[in-house]
């Protein structure tokens, strides 16, 4: 059975920061590229990064440059965004994506909540 399941959102100060993990299971960890997408309220789901299965390279949205940070330990089996400088409009459902390389089956987390607020 395959499982996503993110961990490390929650409630954080303009400035602050934030790392999200997400454990997978059920499928071969390494060979599927891993992403991060968010949503936010009254928007469409976006991509913020992405890191290639080997984690040589990763990708990442304009709006997150230099403020985050897509990891991946391939022994674990986890993804992780590290979230710095966050900003009142990174508020999202953050969602961990995962999409094989070779099958290109794709894969989806249930999304752990970021508020970025006063």
């Known amino acids: 059975q395959v499982q996503l399941v993110e961990s490390g959102g929650g409630l954080v100060q303009p400035g602050g920061s934030l790392r999200l993990s997400c454990a997978a299971s059920?499928?071969?960890?390494?060979?599927?590229?891993m992403s991060w997408y968010r949503q936010a309220p009254g928007k469409e789901r976006e991509l913020v990064a992405a890191s290639t299965s080997a984690g040589v390279s990763a990708n990442y949205a304009d709006s997150v440059k230099g403020r985050f940070t897509i990891s991946r330990d391939n022994a674990k089996n986890t993804v992780y965004l590290q979230m710095n400088s966050l900003k009142p409009e990174d508020t999202a459902v953050y969602y961990c994506?995962?999409?094989?390389?070779?099958?290109?089956?794709?894969?989806w987390g249930q999304g752990t909540l970021v508020t970025v607020s006063e």
């Open positions: 059920g499928f071969t960890f390494s060979s599927y590229v």
């Open positions: 994506n995962a999409v094989g390389v070779l099958n290109l089956r794709r894969y």
